[in-house]
């Protein structure tokens, strides 16, 4: 399926070198113009002229396949055509429309809520906020503290939630905050349930839930130290993270916890949500429910900037225009984002992806097989992460090894990125229109890249 929806099924590679000539001088052109603070180009030097499906060309023409899709936007893939026709075909009536109602607005919000797991269907109401994954989690924050008069909030160690003051405030990343503080205070950090690095120093087969003995002393010990939160923010699974996936039963006793201590649940899934896992919602997978969802990436459907809320109905007290914005419900956002979830249902990508998770598991497990360096392969849907280890007795972190897989993955026209506690896990987040063919064609060049980064390792002198 989807075999014709990108430049080619395999990577092509024409330069003699990566980067080419014209994507280095761009890159150069670049250095001059923007600030230091650009990242991305920095892991992977390339220039981009054009995309299709799971594949971009770079300026010199090499064609790459995209296991990243601009770090989890492009879910239905670069310049879908059935998206891009609809778009095309939005009515020249308004681009930008504050928070007016438009047709477009009420459809786009109809058809989020119907696509509701039955179980959330009619509990819930949406609230705009700026374009931005970390705009939807200060929201988030903002909605909890009015409805609980409480500020406390609980977050997780290995969390992301954004760049801005209060997403970064509850994001654990100490590089990242330790340049912007002080931070919003009264934010506390929880144990994830990170089974391959759990903090409490169990592994996957012992626990016992000790993260969560301990999250409930927090909450229920007069003496923890903690006011009572307003709010608890979880990713289902971590992106950034890692791609950690909780053990099954997981979050549903961390929202039991929170539920019978009056402390309102929000689950990011700016991430993890938009079918990335298979589902509207990555906590489909359990029997979790929440009070507040946020989502921005792919909800915009073709990559346009779009984020916003689902909160339950009785938390809707707050006064109106307690939250305010320019850019609150980007027009042809939503016009991307109604035609992308109108896409998912008839393509019936939820069994597309189901199909696709198998054979990336069944591959990356066989190169973890081969590897001495792989301490594990996770992954749900489309979402994949593979850890490198120095020893997977001791687990000591090896950054340098994924660094290096990157590399040899670009230079032959794979583009992965990298996250985890200590930037060691090599991470996937191709389009989910991504064919079966471009996936083996990926893998096949990450099991080389596996390959000749483990030989270079052996040969260097101790
Ligand atoms: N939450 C999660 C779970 C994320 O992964 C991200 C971005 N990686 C954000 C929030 C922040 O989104 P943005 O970069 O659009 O502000």
């Given at each position: 399926?989807?075999?014709?929806?990108?430049?080619?099924?395999?990577?092509?590679?024409?330069?003699?070198?990566?980067?080419?000539?014209?994507?280095?001088?761009?890159?150069?052109?670049?250095?001059?113009?923007?600030?230091?603070?650009?990242?991305?180009?920095?892991?992977?030097?390339?220039?981009?002229?054009?995309?299709?499906?799971?594949?971009?060309?770079?300026?010199?023409?090499?064609?790459?396949?995209?296991?990243?899709?601009g770090?989890?936007v492009l879910n239905l893939?670069?310049?879908?055509?059935?998206i891009?026709?609809?778009i095309?075909?939005?009515?020249?009536?308004?681009?930008?429309?504050?928070?007016?109602?438009?047709?477009?607005?009420?459809?786009f919000?109809?058809?989020?809520?119907?696509?509701?797991?039955?179980?959330?269907?009619?509990?819930?109401?949406?609230?705009?906020?700026?374009p931005t994954g970390?705009?939807?989690?200060?929201?988030?924050?903002?909605?909890?503290?009015?409805?609980?008069?409480?500020?406390?909030?609980?977050?997780?160690?290995?969390?992301?939630?954004?760049?801005?003051?209060?997403?970064?405030?509850?994001?654990?990343?100490?590089?990242?905050?330790?340049?912007?503080?002080?931070?919003?205070?009264?934010?506390?950090?929880?144990?994830?349930?990170?089974?391959?690095?759990?903090?409490?120093?169990?592994?996957?087969?012992?626990?016992?839930?000790?993260?969560?003995?301990?999250?409930?002393?927090?909450?229920?010990?007069?003496?923890?130290?903690?006011?009572?939160?307003?709010?608890?923010?979880?990713?289902?699974?971590?992106?950034?993270?890692?791609?950690?996936?909780?053990?099954?039963?997981?979050?549903?006793?961390?929202?039991?916890?929170?539920?019978?201590?009056?402390?309102?649940?929000?689950?990011?899934?700016?991430?993890?949500?938009f079918?990335?896992?298979?589902?509207?919602?990555?906590?489909?997978?359990?029997?979790?429910?929440?009070?507040?969802?946020?989502m921005s990436k792919g909800i915009g459907g073709i990559g346009l900037p779009l984020s916003l809320?689902?909160?339950?109905?009785?938390?809707?007290?707050?006064?109106?225009?307690?939250?305010?914005?320019?850019?609150?419900g980007n027009?042809l956002g939503m016009a991307a984002g109604l035609s992308a979830?109108?896409?998912?249902?008839?393509?019936?990508?939820?069994?597309?992806?189901?199909?696709?998770?198998?054979?990336?598991?069944?591959?990356?497990?066989?190169?973890?097989?081969?590897?001495?360096?792989?301490?594990?392969?996770?992954?749900?849907?489309?979402?994949?992460?593979?850890?490198?280890?120095?020893?997977?007795?001791?687990?000591?972190?090896?950054?340098?090894?994924?660094?290096?897989?990157?590399?040899?993955?670009?230079?032959?026209?794979?583009?992965?990125?990298?996250?985890?506690?200590?930037?060691?896990?090599?991470?996937?987040?191709?389009?989910?229109?991504?064919?079966?063919?471009?996936?083996?064609?990926?893998?096949?060049?990450?099991?080389?890249?596996?390959?000749?980064?483990?030989?270079?390792?052996?040969?260097?002198?101790?």
């Amino acid at each position: 399926m989807f075999e014709d929806y990108h430049f080619s099924e395999n990577a092509k590679i024409i330069t003699e070198k990566v980067p080419g000539k014209k994507s280095l001088e761009l890159l150069a052109e670049q250095e001059k113009l923007e600030s230091r603070n650009r990242s991305y180009p920095r892991g992977i030097p390339i220039a981009f002229e054009s995309a299709k499906g799971a594949t971009v060309k770079d300026v010199d023409g090499n064609i790459f396949i995209d296991f990243f899709s601009g770090c989890g936007v492009l879910n239905l893939g670069h310049n879908n055509p059935e998206i891009l026709k609809d778009i095309k075909e939005f009515p020249d009536g308004i681009m930008h429309a504050l928070d007016f109602p438009t047709n477009v607005k009420i459809d786009f919000m109809k058809e989020l809520l119907s696509s509701l797991p039955e179980n959330l269907k009619g509990k819930y109401k949406i609230s705009f906020g700026g374009p931005t994954g970390s705009d939807a989690v200060e929201v988030a924050i903002k909605l909890a503290r009015i409805n609980t008069g409480r500020h406390t909030i609980l977050s997780f160690q290995g969390s992301y939630h954004g760049m801005t003051m209060g997403a970064l405030s509850v994001t654990s990343s100490i590089r990242h905050r330790e340049k912007a503080n002080p931070l919003i205070p009264g934010v506390h950090f929880m144990p994830y349930c990170s089974g391959y690095r759990c903090p409490m120093g169990m592994n996957n087969k012992k626990c016992n839930f000790e993260c969560v003995h301990f999250i409930k002393n927090v909450l229920e010990n007069p003496h923890s130290g903690v006011d009572k939160p307003a709010a608890i923010i979880i990713e289902p699974i971590q992106g950034e993270g890692g791609t950690y996936i909780p053990r099954d039963g997981w979050l549903g006793k961390v929202v039991d916890l929170a539920r019978k201590n009056g402390v309102m649940v929000i689950f990011d899934e700016v991430q993890a949500g938009f079918y990335r896992t298979g589902k509207l919602f990555s906590f489909q997978h359990t029997n979790a429910v929440p009070d507040i969802i946020t989502m921005s990436k792919g909800i915009g459907g073709i990559g346009l900037p779009l984020s916003l809320i689902l909160l339950r109905k009785e938390l809707d007290t707050w006064e109106p225009g307690t939250h305010i914005g320019t850019f609150r419900g980007n027009q042809l956002g939503m016009a991307a984002g109604l035609s992308a979830m109108k896409f998912v249902k008839r393509m019936n990508i939820e069994d597309y992806v189901s199909k696709l998770e198998k054979v990336f598991l069944r591959e990356l497990k066989a190169i973890e097989k081969k590897s001495k360096f792989i301490g594990e392969v996770r992954g749900r849907g489309m979402m994949f992460g593979v850890e490198y280890v120095k020893d997977k007795k001791t687990k000591e972190p090896f950054p340098e090894l994924a660094k290096e897989i990157r590399k040899l993955c670009y230079e032959n026209g794979l583009l992965v990125e990298i996250g985890g506690y200590y930037d060691n896990v090599v991470r996937f987040l191709p389009p989910l229109i991504i064919s079966e063919k471009i996936v083996r064609n990926g893998l096949n060049i990450f099991k080389n890249a596996n390959i000749t980064a483990s030989k270079n390792v052996n040969s260097k002198p101790e």
